[in-house]
């Protein structure tokens, strides 16, 4: 049971260039979610799943798109990088009713230059 | 706006002191009060979750007091031990209707030997 998994780890990327981000989770939870997250910051909300077949945009979701591919995928695709972009990216799933209980992946460190 | 603000930003507790952090909020129809810890290099995880008709929640030293009246909340270590040390996140959950966790900012913790 690996959880929630994300690849790459690390990723460095020129300006303009693009790149997806994957995440899995194998608890067949329903909900799955991407956070952004920068020093002094926090966690910050760029799109969620509710469900299978659903997508919303979170608090910062300009620059960003998103795929559920199906219950257990969840990319997260940058068609344009930009320097602000540089962050850490986590992914994180839940069941939809214990939705504050969220369990998260190891993150990918991106840095865009 | 939904906002939580936790402070301190950064603390330092002596080994065997007693660490706390707190959050405030203003929105009065969350209906859970997560916190997370976060080592480097990992992603948040889950450490203990309160709901606002419950005034303290204990888990082994981990501590959440909850103020309803003062729209507060509190995370207390016990007896802080240097593996403590990490990053925590305040959070609460808006309810059945939204899928989005308002964060707090987060509080560096370090535990000295």
């Known amino acids: 049971n690996a959880g929630v998994t994300q690849t790459p780890k690390f990723q460095v990327l020129k300006t303009g260039q693009s790149m997806t981000l994957q995440c899995a989770q194998d608890?067949?939870?329903?909900?799955m979610y991407w956070y952004r997250q920068d020093p002094g910051m926090g966690l910050r909300l760029i799109y969620y799943?509710?469900?299978?077949?659903?997508?919303d945009k979170g608090e910062v979701p300009n620059g960003y798109n998103v795929s559920r591919l199906n219950k257990r995928e969840f990319s997260l695709r940058l068609e344009s990088a930009a320097p602000s972009q540089t962050s850490v990216y986590f992914c994180?799933?839940?069941?939809?009713?214990?939705?504050?209980?969220?369990?998260f992946g190891p993150g990918t460190r991106l840095t865009v230059t | 706006q939904q906002q939580v603000k936790q402070s301190p930003q950064s603390l330092i507790v002596q080994k065997g002191g007693i660490s706390i952090i707190n959050c405030a909020y203003e929105n009065t129809a969350f209906d859970y009060f997560p916190w997370y810890q976060q080592f480097p290099g990992k992603g948040p995880a889950l450490l203990i979750a309160?709901?606002?008709d419950v005034s303290e929640k204990k888990e082994g030293r981990f501590t959440i007091s909850f103020n309803k009246s003062a729209k507060q909340f509190s995370l207390h270590i016990m007896d802080s031990q240097p593996g403590d040390s990490a990053t925590y996140f305040c959070a609460a959950s808006p309810g059945l209707s939204n899928y989005q966790l308002i964060w707090g900012a987060g509080t560096k913790l370090i535990i000295k030997p």
């Open positions: 994180a799933s839940s069941e939809g009713i214990a939705r504050y209980e969220q369990y």
């Open positions: 799943s509710a469900s299978e077949g659903t997508t």
């Open positions: 309160i709901r606002p």
């Open positions: 608890m067949n939870h329903n909900s």
